[in-house]
């Protein structure tokens, strides 16, 4: 089940605040895209399956619909998922795609995840502020380069190998190189290999981004227990969580609270 608050609705754009409940564990019947989106994941994990290709999406990542593209979901773990919408008519989403978007999940990083919630944020206070070039400006960042998708792809084998990992990781961040090695049954060497060859990052700054991410996300709904957070993302304490978020983010959660509330 998916629960959608529209946030803004402009000349050509919308905005979406999505809540899939992450019931069951069996794949959501087809649902056909009318139009250009991009789908922001903000935190939870869950597999989609669209044109026949199977992605792990998590706060990490993010996915486009495309004019009738069917995709269908599935999740993985308790807790369901939370994502940010934004569709575009066809006058504005044509001209900024070199080619259709890919079906693939594609990563983003820190700077444009921390722009995307600061549109949401705004979108939840100030709706009436929110206009094209600023949804425009944010989708131009993650539009892939021709024939990007399929480089970033890569080999089926590798691909599953490197999802099950960020799956692991998602469930539990402070999951180490030695157990996630022996859960997906290859070499500590191995892993570390093809996990940056897939994503770009190491297992570690792949490791503090999904941190920094999950922070954000609870700074984002008023949560002012962040050491019960540092505790639980396996940071040593409150001082290394706001070490890691000023440098995912550029700033540390005090400064970030006021910037990314949805309140009044």
Do not use: K
């Not at 259709?100 to 700077?111: G, I």
């Amino acid at each position: 089940m998916v629960m959608t608050q529209s946030l803004v609705e402009g000349d050509g754009f919308a905005v979406f605040d999505l809540r899939l409940d992450g019931a069951g564990r069996d794949w959501s019947p087809p649902e056909r895209a009318d139009g250009y989106g991009v789908v922001f994941v903000r935190s939870g994990c869950f597999r989609r399956l669209s044109e026949g290709i199977e992605s792990l999406l998590d706060a990490t990542s993010l996915y486009f619909a495309a004019p009738g593209r069917e995709q269908r979901v599935r999740h993985t773990h308790e807790g369901g998922a939370r994502c940010t919408s934004i569709t575009l008519a066809p006058e504005l989403a044509e001209p900024l795609f070199a080619e259709r978007p890919p079906a693939t999940a594609v990563f983003t990083p820190p700077f444009v995840d921390l722009e995307h919630r600061r549109l949401l944020a705004l979108a939840h206070r100030s709706p009436d502020d929110v206009d094209a070039s600023d949804v425009l400006a944010l989708v131009a960042t993650v539009v892939p380069e021709s024939g990007a998708a399929r480089r970033r792809r890569g080999s089926d084998a590798r691909r599953r190998i490197v999802d099950a990992v960020r799956e692991r990781l998602t469930a539990d961040p402070r999951t180490g190189l030695l157990t996630l090695a022996r859960h997906v049954s290859v070499s500590p060497y191995h892993l570390s290999r093809i996990f940056a060859a897939e994503t770009g990052q190491t297992i570690s700054s792949y490791r503090n981004c999904l941190r920094a991410r999950i922070v954000l996300e609870h700074v984002a709904n008023g949560d002012r227990s962040l050491a019960r957070v540092a505790a639980e993302l396996g940071f040593a304490d409150h001082a290394h969580l706001t070490r890691v978020v000023r440098r995912e983010a550029g700033a540390p959660p005090s400064t970030l609270r006021e910037l990314l509330r949805f309140g009044a």
